[in-house]
């Protein structure tokens, strides 16, 4: 700075000055403003997820609106602007945990599995979800309204919109690995009742050796079905030729 410079008059430092200079430096360096919709939307996630924890640990017998609330770190008011009472926040709850699983299963199934290692991706595409806290909460809320009821029947109608198209991606991958078409669908479905009855075994018996045991010789009746079909269908082929 000159001698000239100093000699100017400064202009003054106000309180004023000083905090609209801070302002402007944080401005600056924060992130954009989330909008009203974006602060709603991660208020209603928070939701979802704390009520889907307390539902594992506490069951859906035991949950309460205040507990909800008070995990996901919101007031109550908040929780029933979102879910007008507990039942219609666990139905959200099972819909959002099936829907991002059913997702997770279908990009799995469209990504392209090998022939020879398909069977195997399908059974731990099965454990991940049978074995999951997505599959244990609407089991839990299932066995908690055994009676028949508007709960049980929306819980049974999202589990149905959610697996079928699983099922379905993964029978489109058999047969674009080679599989025939014919015995795709009772290999998907045998596959699944086998995992899902083992993550329910868990309750009494929970073997992971055993499983694994159960698993591979499972692995190894496909194969000897895939075998026994294609020397059926090689005779059948040669038979019409023989005509």
Sequence with gaps: ?????????QPRRTIATVAANKRGVAKAGARPRRSQAERSEDTKRRILEAAARLIVRKGYAE???ADIAYEAGVSIGAQLHH???????VIAVIEHCFAEASRSSRRRAESGSAPSEIIEDIIDDAM???????????????????????????????S?????????????AMVAAGFPK?????????TFCL???????????????WQQHCLALWRDMIELLLEKHSRSSGAIEASNRSR
């Design 128 to 158: 991940d979800f049978f074995f999951s806290e997505h599959f244990l909460i609407a089991l839990n809320v299932v066995l908690s309204t055994l009676a028949p009821s508007a709960m049980r029947d929306d819980v049974l109608k999202i």
């Design 1 to 9: 700075m000159s001698k000239s410079d100093v000699n100017k008059p």
């Design 182 to 190: 014919e015995l795709t669908a009772e290999l998907i479905t045998l």
């Design 160 to 172: 149905r919109g959610a697996r079928l198209p699983v099922e379905e991606a993964w029978e489109k």
């Design 63 to 65: 949950l309460r609106v």
């Design 83 to 89: 879910f007008q009472n507990k039942d219609a926040l």
């Design 195 to 209: 995992v899902r009855g083992f993550a329910i075994r868990r309750l009494w018996d929970d073997d992971a050796r």
